[in-house]
């Protein structure tokens, strides 16, 4: 889920339920290349609560097209390798200027901020401990606050086909407490959990804190729930 905050239209990677589960899902060695999906991008406009599919162009009939997630980028000339040695880094967002990168490494829990360079070289910043195993990564633009979809990922990724797997968000902000002045510098807070009864395995939590709105998706379950930010 990405939200365009200008417009308040949040762009959805919509999948099939069971074909991830049963016919197509690489971290529990279910690949079945006869598989052949068909998936679809949607628009959700959070002001009329207005749900469009959108039409994929120049795209033949015959081929697959499997959505997990997406990003938007402008035309960029070339591309290289800014940083390596990552333990399963996943998620990764910008702030609102793009001069901090931050990545969610699923393998470590922590959120790493890095300082983005004039040569586009990366410093990294700090190394937040979350403890949990984070998925995507929301930025607001207006707040600067980050969003974190995190789960006890490996402790169920066998039975992910079957499990209703517990979930939290987490929010990371600037700390303002006095324990800023001992050099912690973000502050985490837990907004949002569920042991799995009312959805499963939430990957992305994104916000909008103008309108008041965060959704939350699911690589694993159908739908999405939105909830309104105090």
Request: charged share 25%; hydrophobic share 40%; with cysteine.
């Amino acid at each position: 889920i990405k939200i365009h905050h200008t417009t308040g239209l949040a762009y959805l990677a919509c999948g099939d339920e069971q074909g991830r589960k049963t016919q197509w899902f690489p971290p529990n060695d279910v690949l079945n290349y006869s598989y052949h999906p068909r998936e679809t991008f949607y628009v959700y406009n959070t002001e009329t609560d207005k749900l469009t599919p959108l039409t994929l162009k120049n795209f033949a009939d015959e081929e697959d097209f499997s959505l997990h997630g997406f990003g938007m980028y402008e035309d960029p000339a070339e591309s290289e390798i800014a940083v390596d040695g990552l333990m399963f880094a996943n998620g990764i967002n910008t702030n609102w200027d793009y001069s901090h990168i931050f990545v969610g490494a699923v393998g470590t829990g922590e959120l790493l901020v890095y300082e983005r360079k004039p040569d586009n070289k990366l410093k990294l910043l700090e190394a937040v401990q979350v403890e949990y195993a984070i998925d995507n990564v929301s930025v607001d633009p207006v707040t600067g606050e980050i969003y974190l979809a995190v789960m006890d990922v490996f402790l169920h990724l066998n039975g992910i086909k079957d499990a209703k797997l517990a979930f939290s968000v987490l929010k990371v902000s600037n700390n303002t407490g006095e324990n800023k002045f001992y050099g912690i510098k973000y502050e985490k807070k837990k907004i949002f959990e569920d042991d799995g009864t009312l959805f499963g395995a939430v990957s992305v939590a994104a916000g909008d804190s103008v309108r008041k709105v965060m959704l939350l998706g699911s690589f694993h379950t159908p739908g999405v729930i939105r909830c309104e930010l105090n």
